[in-house]
């Protein structure tokens, strides 16, 4: 069978926009450092230039090879999504068990992105992704 006569699953689909929407997420520093972050309401106190604006570019970029390479099931990019989606899940795990339950403003983010962090690492495990990425 072809790749072209396959059709995408939906959770590749889903992981993909949720790996470009992430990309466009970690340019915002990187845009508040271009003095563009006025234009989208960042705060300019919260990243200077340095390595965090550095990191959040690379992981932009990355994320955003993430999000092409779902889109189209290339092999390698499944196995990068494991390793990521496994980080992810402890981190996310381990800022909800430190999370101040006095400030209420930060659990929806926190309870967010652990419940997608849990659903990438489900989807990339399922028989149809797996199929989807050659594997």
């Not at 949720?18 to 300019?44: H, N, R, W």
Request: aromatic share 16%; with cysteine; charged share 10%.
């Amino acid at each position: 069978m072809d790749v072209l006569d396959k059709r995408r699953p939906i959770r590749a689909t889903i992981i993909g926009i949720l790996s470009i929407v992430a990309g466009l997420i970690y340019l915002f520093p990187v845009l508040d450092v271009f003095g563009l972050g006025d234009l989208i309401e960042l705060s300019a106190q919260s990243f200077q230039a340095g390595p965090l604006v550095l990191t959040a570019f690379v992981l932009a970029i990355a994320n955003f090879i993430l999000g092409v390479g779902c889109l189209y099931g290339w092999r390698p990019i499944w196995f990068y999504l494991v390793i990521i989606s496994v980080i992810n899940f402890f981190v996310a795990m381990i800022a909800l068990l430190n999370a101040n339950f006095n400030n209420w403003d930060t659990m929806p983010i926190l309870v967010v992105w652990f419940a997608i962090s849990i659903y990438v690492l489900y989807s990339v495990q399922t028989r149809k992704t797996r199929a989807w990425f050659h594997i």
